[in-house]
């Protein structure tokens, strides 16, 4: 059987050394040069996949949040309008310092770091006031 004689070389060479990959399977793609998957089956695995992990990253994140506030609550006692710990009290518990959801800097400059409605204010040291959001 005869495979189709290459009549311009160059074409040749340029389609060989830079063969594009699937980006699903890693499989050189024939066909259009704008092709990025072999076929339907490689482009909806590779987009399910992405959106997946997308949908995992959210729902970690949330989950993340979620579970900070809780540990905030938790140091309450109810009518506190405050309360100090610390960084290793909160750590302990599992807070994850990096998981905010807004910040919010006062007159004199100090930054609170909120998780939903509660929220917390580095202090000296290794010591932290909690607060609670006053309802608007
Ligand atoms: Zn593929």
Same mark, same amino acid.
């Given at each position: 059987? %005869?495979?189709?004689?290459? #009549?311009?070389?160059?074409?040749?060479?340029?389609?060989?050394?830079?063969?594009?990959?699937?980006?699903?399977?890693? #499989?050189?793609?024939?066909?259009?040069?704008?092709?990025?998957?072999?076929?339907?089956?490689?482009?909806?695995?590779?987009?399910?996949?992405?959106?997946?992990?997308?949908?995992?990253?959210?729902?970690?994140?949330?989950?993340?949040?979620?579970?900070?506030?809780?540990?905030?609550?938790?140091?309450?006692?109810?009518?506190?309008?405050?309360?100090?710990?610390?960084?290793?009290?909160?750590?302990?518990?599992?807070?994850?310092? #990096?998981y905010i959801t807004?910040?919010?800097?006062?007159?004199?400059?100090?930054? %609170?770091f909120y998780c %939903?409605?509660?929220?917390?204010?580095?202090?000296?040291?290794?010591? %932290?006031?909690?607060?609670?959001?006053?309802?608007?």
């Amino acid at each position: 059987m %005869y495979l189709s004689k290459c #009549k311009p070389i160059l074409h040749c060479m340029t389609t060989e050394t830079k063969p594009k990959l699937c980006l699903n399977c890693d #499989k050189p793609v024939k066909g259009r040069t704008d092709k990025k998957f072999c076929d339907d089956y490689c482009r909806n695995n590779y987009n399910n996949q992405l959106k997946s992990n997308t949908i995992n990253l959210v729902r970690n994140i949330n989950n993340a949040l979620g579970k900070n506030r809780r540990i905030l609550e938790d140091m309450f006692n109810p009518g506190d309008e405050t309360v100090k710990t610390t960084k290793s009290k909160l750590l302990q518990k599992g807070f994850q310092f #990096k998981y905010i959801t807004q910040t919010f800097t006062n007159k004199k400059g100090s930054t %609170y770091f909120y998780c %939903y409605d509660f929220g917390y204010l580095p202090l000296e040291g290794d010591w %932290y006031l909690l607060v609670k959001q006053k309802e608007e």
